[in-house]
């Protein structure tokens, strides 16, 4: 299975940015889904999840009500959605997938991550 994500980039505080993840190899119907990021120097942080079927979803607390993990079976892909942006967002966003019978909690392990993408969040 291989991850693919996309979408960082440079956005104002208090506005918001998609990210995407296109995952191959494998139908993504079977997999649950997470969201983690990372700031140079400090340690990773998780994002959100979202479970195989899609119906269940987890969130930080940082992020919780701010953000929305969603995924497109039919399309293979999976999404983040970053609404109302913080400086302290700023990061490198990592998507990852967990086949559901491997998958104990939303928080990991993800046996399968893609490459980071940036995003950077100006005040």
């Known amino acids: 299975v291989q991850l693919q994500a996309s979408g960082g980039g440079v956005v104002q505080a208090g506005g918001s940015l998609r990210l995407s993840c296109a995952v191959s190899?494998?139908?993504?119907?079977?997999?649950?889904m997470a969201w983690f990021r990372q700031v140079p120097g400090k340690e990773e942080e998780f994002v959100a999840a979202v479970s195989w079927v899609g119906s269940s979803k987890f969130y930080a607390d940082s992020v919780k009500g701010r953000f929305e993990i969603s995924k497109d079976n039919a399309k293979n892909t999976g999404d983040l959605q970053l609404n109302n942006v913080k400086p302290e967002d700023t990061a490198v966003y990592y998507c990852?997938?967990?086949?559901?019978?491997?998958?104990?909690?939303?928080?990991?392990?993800?046996?399968?991550r893609g490459q980071g993408t940036l995003v950077t969040v100006s005040s």
């Open positions: 990852s997938a967990q086949f559901w019978t491997k998958w104990e909690n939303f928080k990991g392990p993800y046996d399968y």
């Open positions: 190899g494998d139908a993504l119907r079977t997999y649950a």
